[in-house]
């Protein structure tokens, strides 16, 4: 059973050590010690266009960016997928009352549902969890 929700924020800063805090480092221990961790699925996507992005702004090299991305594959990450009709009701729903995007709303759907806490620096999104009696994993 995964421990936390994880999102791609918190993941994309394991890539630029300027992104790096206690926090994040935390996290990533957990991981790499057995924590499982669950994501949406668009959590794939989302990784891949930061890289991507971060790429075309010269920050990462190609090499550098698919190393990154070949290590995710090694970590014990789950990808949950929510159906349309719960996408377009309750994520939506959640969406708008938090004011967040779609995207950011997945992850909370998903640790509302499954029970888990959240793993995010997104500040809105932390938030939001609060708000909804969704525990913020620490690092």
Same mark, same amino acid.
């Given at each position: 059973?995964?421990?936390?929700?994880?999102?791609?924020?918190?993941?994309?800063?394991?890539?630029?050590?300027?992104?790096?805090?206690?926090?994040?480092?935390?996290?990533?221990?957990?991981?790499?010690?057995?924590?499982?961790?669950?994501?949406?699925?668009?959590?794939?996507?989302e990784v891949?266009?930061?890289?991507?992005?971060? !790429?075309?702004?010269?920050?990462? +090299?190609?090499?550098? #960016?698919?190393?990154?991305? =070949?290590?995710? $594959?090694?970590? *014990?990450?789950?990808?949950?997928?929510?159906?349309?009709?719960?996408?377009?009701?309750?994520?939506?729903?959640?969406?708008?009352?938090?004011?967040?995007?779609?995207?950011?709303?997945?992850?909370?759907?998903?640790?509302?549902? !499954?029970?888990?806490?959240?793993? +995010?620096?997104?500040? #809105?999104?932390?938030?939001? =969890?609060?708000? $909804?009696?969704? *525990?913020?994993?620490?690092?």
């Amino acid at each position: 059973m995964p421990d936390f929700v994880l999102d791609a924020s918190l993941t994309v800063a394991w890539c630029f050590e300027d992104e790096a805090t206690p926090f994040t480092e935390g996290v990533y221990d957990q991981i790499r010690a057995g924590a499982e961790s669950l994501v949406p699925a668009i959590w794939p996507s989302e990784v891949a266009n930061a890289l991507r992005t971060a !790429e075309r702004r010269g920050r990462i +090299t190609t090499t550098d #960016a698919d190393a990154f991305l =070949a290590m995710l $594959l090694t970590l *014990p990450v789950t990808v949950a997928v929510s159906s349309p009709e719960r996408t377009f009701a309750a994520i939506m729903a959640v969406a708008r009352a938090y004011q967040l995007t779609v995207y950011d709303a997945l992850y909370l759907d998903v640790a509302r549902q !499954e029970g888990l806490p959240l793993a +995010t620096l997104d500040q #809105a999104l932390r938030d939001a =969890a609060t708000s $909804l009696g969704i *525990p913020l994993v620490s690092g």
